[in-house]
């Protein structure tokens, strides 16, 4: 898996996650303004709540696709590290944690759709977090 | 427009923006780490080391010369 990392980021593969992992929280922010507009807390003239909540979608399935082989990359190449890298490791399983119970949620346990803003920020604060205690470092570093 | 039309058109917006958002992320992160990633890196040791070694084979052909024209009555 190493060598297929390797092969395939031509020997990048933390500059490569660097920049999945900024384009996954970029669209995060993102995501956070089509759900505003898509509860009716904003209500631009030229969104719809409608368009705003498929458009959340759509993205929401991008993100999820990027962080899995982002995190795919990460354990594979780098596999749990301890020390410095704790905060990271954490967040991130947190993260995926929190990422698939919103996917349930959203997909089979309609049940509990009243906690999808409560879940929603949470995947975005640790998201922000994963990518602070990682990318953010790397960039700030250079 | 009618509504289903509107619906559309702004779906597409809106992904068109994500898009955007993703371009310039890109390009913007890829500026930051700049042409110091490893494979440049890697390119450009053996640029030099290719230097190197064609600087070190002139002048072992020229010793050989030297030593040519000197052995030679």
């Given at each position: 898996m190493e060598d297929l990392i390797d092969s395939l980021t031509r020997g990048n593969p933390t500059e490569v996650k660097v920049v999945l992992a900024s384009v996954v929280t970029a669209l995060a922010v993102y995501q956070l303004v089509l759900i505003a507009v898509g509860y009716g807390k904003l209500r631009p003239p030229f969104l719809g709540a409608r368009p705003a909540s498929l458009a959340h979608r759509a993205s929401g399935d991008a993100i999820v696709a990027i962080t899995v082989v982002v995190a795919v990359m990460c354990l594979s190449y780098y596999?749990?590290?301890?020390?410095?890298k704790a905060l990271h490791m954490v967040a991130g399983t947190a993260l995926l944690v929190a990422l698939a119970l919103k996917v349930a949620v959203v997909?089979?346990?309609?049940?509990?759709?009243?906690?999808l803003p409560m879940i929603g920020i949470t995947v975005f604060a640790l998201l922000v977090l994963t990518w602070v205690s990682s990318a953010g470092q790397f960039l700030a570093d250079r | 427009m009618d509504g289903a039309r509107l619906n559309i058109a702004q779906l597409i917006g809106s992904l068109v923006v994500a898009a955007a958002i993703v371009a310039v992320v890109i390009v913007a992160v890829t500026a930051k780490l700049g042409p110091t990633s490893t494979a440049e890196l890697e390119a450009r040791e053996e640029a030099r080391d290719a230097r190197i070694d064609a600087r070190e084979e002139r002048l072992e052909q020229r010793e050989e010369r030297r030593e040519d024209r000197t052995e030679a009555p």
């Open positions: 596999g749990f590290e301890e020390g410095d997909r089979r346990l309609h049940g509990l759709s009243r906690y | -």
